[in-house]
């Protein structure tokens, strides 16, 4: 398979070097070249295969001939061992229709861990051998940070440097990532929003000398294998309920459109689904995008779902780029001029085929709540608040009864307990897995939102390329 950027003019990539690249030289992100497309009966025989099986299945097509199919099962094998769950992305029923995917089964308690446990290995075999020293550099709202911190932590040829808004990540979130003191991880806690943090690290990819220098990579959802290892728990799920002969509707609690663009990726390869419901919370630039055609920047709000306080969703390009009809020179020309004035216009072809796929919503703090406590009291669950818009959503979309809706469950109730405490009255306690988290040492810089003062840091400490 090969890569192609969303603004045309990078070069073409192999799967190898997708993997260890970030953001595409051209300012795009990187697309394979074509969906590879598996056929009903090849749906079909995943109907009892273990996500393992699952997972090689679908994301071989991808791969090429970088892995042969056993050494990706390795990895699958390894990465996926380290969940807490035998199943490692259980459906669990909620009513007659709806259903929760619970993604957080993993070392940090959030669905970012199905993806990035599997990148952390991939980069390791990718680089060993080799005399490549890679620089991660990475903006997080929480999840990633802890996720890509645990995935990375101690391999050998990366060092990590990891942005975070001060004090708008949960407590958990932020010790996740900051009591991890192995020697090539480094948190920064930046004066800012998501947003700033996540302008800055673009502006570090976007300044050629210094990407040049330090081979400077991404974790973000801009990193198309993480999109990847995304894709295959759509079809996990949706064949435990009846596809290929059952459509199956999923609602995603989104911010970057990583995850939900990994469902439009399971949809482009031949796996029936009736609806995506793009979930927002009060920060929706998506859903306003969907649902007037005007993707319009704006000011982000800080929210008990942090995870989903983002006003610019990075992966909305490759919607675009698609839908569009994969013209980068149009492309690049839309995407220069959202970034010159904040704001651009769907062209009508992109809001049909949106419209075709996604349907969206907008939850407020009361519905979010509400959604906490239906479950909580209706069903025996408890959810978190990310979870929660995406069920509030999922439970108003009005779709046809004979669907089912599957709400990704993208964080344990744990990771956010206030939030769902004063939702619910019950306290989540955390699993045993995370341990003593509250006893253990913090390491972190504070740093102003400026890019004097982000790359001075990072240059200080990173290793440059040879
Ligand atoms: C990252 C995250 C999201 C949003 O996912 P995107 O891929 O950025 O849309 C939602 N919920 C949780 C808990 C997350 O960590």
């Known amino acids: ?40 009966d090849q749906i079909a025989a995943l109907r009892g295969a273990s996500y393992v099986d699952t997972a090689v299945a679908v994301m071989m097509p991808f791969i ?13 094998v390894q990465a996926y061992g380290r969940f807490a769950h035998a199943g490692v992305t259980p459906l669990v029923q909620l009513d007659h229709r709806h259903w929760l995917l619970e993604l957080f089964h993993g070392p940090t308690l959030a669905f970012k861990d199905v993806a990035l446990q599997l990148l952390g290995l991939l980069f390791e075999r990718f680089l060993t051998g080799t005399e490549r020293q890679l620089t991660v550099v ?10 890509a911190i645990d995935a990375l932590a101690g391999r050998m040829g990366v060092d990590v440097f990891m942005l975070h808004p001060a004090g708008r990540v949960s407590d958990v979130q932020r010790r996740q990532m900051t009591t991890v003191l192995a020697p090539n991880i480094h948190n920064i806690a930046i004066d800012g929003s998501f947003d700033d943090a996540q302008a800055l690290v673009k502006a570090m990819f976007n300044d050629r000398a210094f990407s040049g220098r330090f081979a400077l990579s991404a974790v973000n959802s801009i990193n198309w294998a993480r999109l990847m290892a995304q894709v295959v728990y759509y079809f996990y799920a949706a064949v435990r309920l009846g596809a290929p002969e059952r459509p199956v509707a999923f609602s995603v609690p989104t911010g970057n459109f ?42 982000v709000v800080a929210t008990p779902s942090p995870s989903m306080d983002i006003q610019v969703s990075s992966n909305f390009e490759r919607l675009l780029f698609d839908l569009g009809g994969r013209d980068g020179t149009a492309n690049a020309a839309q995407m220069h001029g959202f970034e010159a004035t904040r704001a651009m216009q769907l062209t009508d072809r992109q809001r049909d085929g949106a419209r075709a796929l996604f349907a969206s919503d907008r939850v407020d703090l009361n519905d979010m709540a509400l ?3 239906w479950a909580h009291e209706c069903a025996g669950e408890t959810i978190d608040p990310h ?3 995406g069920l509030s959503a999922a439970r108003r979309a009005g779709l046809g009864a004979d669907v089912p809706v599957v709400t990704l469950a993208t964080a344990h109730p744990a990771k956010f307990r206030d939030a769902v405490e004063r939702a619910t009255g ?18 972190f ?22």
């Open 387 to 389: 979870t929660a818009i």
């Open 138 to 147: 990475g903006a997080t709202s929480g999840d990633t940070g802890s996720a």
């Open 258 to 299: 990583g995850d939900v663009f990994a469902g439009y990726v399971a949809a482009k390869m031949g796996l029936p689904v009736a609806k995506l419901i793009v979930a927002t919370n009060v920060n929706d630039i998506l859903h306003r995008a969907l649902s007037t055609g005007t993707y319009a920047q704006g000011t």
């Open 371 to 373: 959604a906490m406590r």
């Open 64 to 76: 090429g001939a970088t892995m042969t199919p056993a050494e990706l099962r390795a990895l699958c």
């Open 426 to 443: 019950a306290r989540p306690v955390l699993p045993a897995r995370v341990g003593d988290l509250f006893d253990r040492e913090e390491r």
């Open 1 to 40: 398979m090969r890569y192609i950027s969303t603004r045309g003019t990078a070069p073409i990539l192999d799967f190898q070097q997708v993997t260890l690249a970030g953001l595409a030289r051209d300012g795009g992100l990187y697309l394979p070249e074509s969906w590879p497309q598996l056929s009903p």
């Open 445 to 466: 810089a504070t740093l102003p939102a400026t890019f004097a003062a982000v790359t001075d840091y990072v240059a200080a400490r990173a290793t440059p390329a040879p």
